[in-house]
């Protein structure tokens, strides 16, 4: 990839980044970052190799083990440069988790956990570390990808669950997202998260929720009007009439061909606007959607009544973006393979891990966008193809192997040059 603009930008967002780190240990992990960006593994080690390391490996221990920097401050400042570099009115969050399998006993916060993933060389319950991730669905010209914001490890002590750790990390960042106090902050979750105890924190914080429920859900047309006239006895109804299957079929079916899950695709949907007994009654808007491939009706509700249907639909499918974003980061960049012996360094490290795949996933949007001839890498016979992270990924093992980081870190202004 011969293309200096790309570097250039990739360069000012690393300095950027430091902004939030101790001078005392910038240039190291500067090098430890840029380990994570050329190796494909999750061990330091193949970081420091990968880098050509100046330092004494204790130098690089201690970073993880002992210096004193925090990793949610770096995690906070990714999340201003996406602000900065992507601006919108119109933010979408993702809440969702993934396991990483562990033969260790040792591990932090290790425990069987439920495979869903039912593959069939894989037992149903495995040893492991569960995560929990924040992520934020970005679009950017027709591309459209999921970001790694915060990543928490679950602990399994007093009344921790996953749905309180996932509105940890929400609460964390929220702020930043409010930038004028006009924005609209949107949190897009699978059915595990569909429940009160979640979305009901998340609607008092002024964030829609948008997420699959079972069919079967509790839903009905209105409150019931209780008579001050003529009671009955036993418990005033609260509720009118149910949508039950029968209701839910005599709902007029529209059809829609919407660009999601990879491509434009024929969809089937009705809707209506109802109360949800599992919110304690507040007002939903309720989509029945089916796909082409599918023989069963899909129920998605959002607590967004100014959305229409169509747009729910599209809104949900950003969701499944976090999947394969799970998959990179686990495998591209090593975070299955990440191992500390302590909670805390496993975050630091794995905070890392995160933010050199944000750094090279934002360069892929700003080249595959195409808006701009300068930011477009020169492949030529790769002219109409779509410019993948991958693709930027090799282009900057290539460039900082060539170079190495001696050569670009200038040591008086603590700050990376080309």
């Known amino acids: ?18 902004n939030s780190l101790p001078l005392r240990i910038i240039s190291t992990y500067v090098e430890l970052l840029i380990g994570a960006i050329i190796s494909q593994s999750g ?66 916060e290790v425990k069987y956990h439920k495979e869903h993933s039912q593959k069939p060389n894989r037992s149903q319950y495995i040893w492991g570390q569960q995560w929990v991730a924040l992520g934020i669905s970005l679009t ?15 602990k399994y002590v007093g009344n921790r669950t996953k749905i309180t750790t996932g509105l940890t990390l929400i609460r964390a960042l929220l702020q930043l997202f409010r930038q004028t106090g006009e924005e609209r902050i949107r949190c897009l979750v699978d059915a595990w998260y569909m429940k009160a105890t979640f979305i009901l924190p ?24 209780v008579s001050t006239t003529s009671r009955t006895k036993g418990r005033p109804r609260k509720y009118a009439k149910q949508f039950t299957a029968e209701v839910v079929n005599r709902l007029a079916i529209h059809q829609a ?58 809104l949900y499918a950003r969701r499944w973006k976090i999947e394969p974003m799970f998959n990179e980061i686990k495998h591209g960049y090593g975070v299955a393979q990440a191992w500390e012996q302590t909670s805390h360094n496993v975050h630091r490290w794995v905070s890392m891990l995160c933010v050199a ?27 109409n193809k779509a410019i993948t992270a991958g693709i930027i990924r090799q282009g900057l093992q290539l460039f900082f192997r060539r170079y190495g980081f001696k050569r670009l870190w200038d040591q008086k202004s603590k700050k990376l040059k080309l």
């Open 140 to 154: 950017w010209g027709k591309m459209s990808v999921c970001l790694p914001l915060l990543l928490r490890l679950h």
């Open 357 to 383: 795949y944000s750094l090279t996933r934002m360069l892929s949007l700003l080249a595959g966008a195409k808006q701009d001839e300068t930011l477009i890498p020169f492949i030529p016979w790769r002219s």
């Open 202 to 225: 998340l609607l008092q914080r002024g964030i829609q929720v948008i997420g699959q429920v079972r069919c079967d859900t509790a839903l009905f047309s209105k409150a019931h009007q």
């Open 43 to 108: 061990h330091i080690t193949d970081a420091l190799l990968a880098v050509g390391h100046q330092k004494h490996f204790t130098t690089y221990y201690w970073l993880i083990e002992h210096a004193k920097w925090s990793w949610l401050k770096v995690v906070r400042q990714l999340a201003q440069l996406i602000i900065s570099v992507f601006p919108r009115a119109e933010w979408n969050l993702i809440i969702d988790d993934f396991i990483c399998p562990r033969s260790s006993k040792q591990a932090p």
């Open 1 to 18: 990839m011969n293309n200096s603009a790309l570097h250039v930008i990739f360069v000012l967002w690393i300095n950027v980044m430091l």
């Open 257 to 314: 061909v919407l660009d999601i899950y990879g491509g434009p695709k024929q969809v089937l949907y009705r809707s209506a606007r109802c109360l949800a007994r599992f919110l304690k009654g507040r007002s939903v808007m309720a989509v029945w959607c089916q796909l082409p491939n599918q023989t069963k009706w899909s129920l998605i509700l959002s607590t967004d009544l100014s959305l229409t249907p169509e747009r729910i639909i599209k």
